[in-house]
């Protein structure tokens, strides 16, 4: 039977951990994730999982471990933030070319310096590149829900997936949270069945030292390809897991009734502008779109929650249909000497597809700085203006900030 | 017999092989210098026991085998050089490998 709690994002994290069965996790301390391991910590020393909890000395050997029991066919967990996933970022690349389909959450804090411990995107969007798989989150349901979703698209294809949520806005604020019951949850996520195992019984030389040129001197080698070759592979899955990651939310909502998408649309039918924003900020944005159809303009919100492996083909054929003439990407993340990181690739979506729409970048409540409803307003406000004006080039700015 | 070991991964998605000598490929092609054994000097071929055996004990990548005399694997010997510096008897020499052919 399944149950709500009042839970923050963290502990709402913590459950879906032990719902799925975690069976070791390693986690170095860092605000704003700490709550969610010290959950799991308690669930571990109450007997409640069944779980190895591996103290660590830093963030990177918090990867390190989860590397290591993964690839012993254990299911792994860790979560960390800002500065810490910094720490991991060696590793990150390791687990996923090693293909081990460890699940992270990764709490949204602003990377030092200077030291703040409130929330925007950089941290996560900082390893866009590594390989992992990023899914972000609206509120704590989504957080329980997201996370059990991980662990059956990671061990489909063998991709590491981090689930991301904003730390503070989500990770420590209270909301009701379904618990789904344990039977469910181990119908819907079977066990980990790994495609190959480190077992001193059967020793095997993982991610040896792989060439450049396909080695034709040992035949089991041969078959594995050189470097590029596993990398290839890599990307192949990445770029066909669309199927997958969409199959499993479905099945997921069907079980359960609650299903995402990759995107989430709302009021966007009849919009003139859409906002293309992830996680909270896109649900703050819901709100400015309310107030603004009863002033009379027409703005929709696009929330995306698969960010990597990045949807081009979806955002640019859900552009293609649209009525909206300009989208508004507002992004709490920022590639330094660009532009935010969401806005530049949906601009590319775009451009490969064939679509013509304007696109009006922002940059809002980076470090934490709080976003409320009147600067999303504001934000539609200058990019309505500039359209109406005739300026569709707009080049991205920087809202609510000291210049 | 190292084939049918790893048969059962059909999806070759990740870099696996299992501990074979030449795992890495034919690491005697990083070496700049070559240890040379000269038997005449080495404890063990002198007393004909298995004595000494530091140049086995401290290869790094187990190119010495334990025999009367030790043999170098050159298809793996990276040419470190820790051999000859180990020797007690100075048995072993670094030469330049321009001084080989091949």
Redesign the interface.
Known sequence: MSEKLVLSGNHAAAHACKGARVQVIAAYPITPQSPATELLSRFVETGQLNAKYVCVESEHSAMTVCIAASSTGARTFTATSANGLALMHEQLHWAAGARLPIVMACVNRAVAAPWNVWTDNQDSISQRDTGWIQLYCEDNQEIYDTILQAYKIAEQIYCPVMVCYDGYILSHTLMPVEIIDQNAIDEFLPPFKPYVTLDPDDPKVLNLVTFPWIRHDHPHIEKFGGYPEIRYKLQQTLRSSFDVIERVDKEFGEKFDRQYGIFKEYMCDEADYIILAMGSLASEATVAAEILYEEGYTVGVLSLKLFRPFPAKQLATFAKQSAASTFIVIDRNLSYGYEGALCTDFKAALYTHHVQKNVHGYLLGIGGRDVNVDQIMEIVHKSRKAIEAGQLDKETEWINIMK | M??D??KN?E??????????E?????TGSWRTERPILDPSKCAAVKQNKLVCMLCWLYCPEGTISRTIPPKINYYYCKGCGICAKECPSKAITMKDETNFEE
Request: zero cysteines; glycine letters at 10%.
């Open positions: 190292e084939k070991k790893l991964i999806v070759p998605i990740s870099s696996i092989s299992i501990p074979i030449g795992e890495a490929g034919r």
